[in-house]
């Protein structure tokens, strides 16, 4: 960023999405600092960074269309306890949430960057994942810029705060990947026992 100012911003948020661990919470709220004095103008840090999330974005979209339906069928088939009824039910879900589920999912740590697969699995409409992917990013993008812009010398405790929120859903998501193995586990193991029987 201090290299070259606003642009630089959208290429590490673009960065960001292809590569989770690098976060936005901490780049977005920098960029607002350095705006704050005078480094970047405000309004472009907010236009490229939303183009940097709009275009990491649409990497991992093209990413899961040329996954495709099929190969996505055929490697979840190789999944231990995964079953491709779980896909059927996904792709349900997906195709009736996934407009909501592709704007919300810019604000949620983690998902931010994964959502983008499954859109383009499915072949969401690329002008309607478009927009939503801007919609989303922008609103985002904005608040974390503008608390960076308020907070001024202290932008690094917006890290501090929204870790904790990344944390959560890390910790949620772990325990409801161990809820599923669980729960597969012992339908196994019933399986077993009724042929066994």
């Known amino acids: 960023m201090e290299m070259l100012g606003a642009p630089g911003a959208g290429i590490a948020i673009a960065l960001e999405n292809l590569f989770p661990p690098l976060p936005s919470e901490v780049i977005l709220p920098l960029a607002g600092f350095a705006a704050s004095r005078g480094a970047m103008d405000l309004v472009a840090v907010l236009l490229w960074t939303t183009a940097g999330s709009v275009i990491g974005a649409l990497a991992l979209y093209w990413v899961g269309a040329l996954l495709g339906r099929e190969r996505t069928l055929a490697l979840a088939a190789r999944i231990p306890l995964l079953k491709l009824s779980d896909i059927a039910k996904t792709e349900a879900w997906f195709l009736k949430h996934g407009r909501k589920t592709v704007f919300f999912g810019r604000m949620i740590p983690i998902f931010r960057s994964l959502i983008s697969v499954p859109a383009g699995v499915e072949r ?16 985002w993008n904005t608040v974390f810029v503008l608390t960076g812009w308020t907070l001024g010398e202290n932008w690094s405790l917006v890290e501090t705060y929204v870790g904790m929120g990344t944390n959560a859903v890390i910790a949620t998501v772990l325990l409801a990947v161990l809820v599923f193995v669980g729960v597969r586990l012992v339908e196994r193991r019933k399986g077993r026992h009724a042929v066994g029987g």
């Open 124 to 139: 969401m409409p690329l002008g309607v994942f478009t927009l939503l992917t801007t919609a989303g990013s922008l609103l």
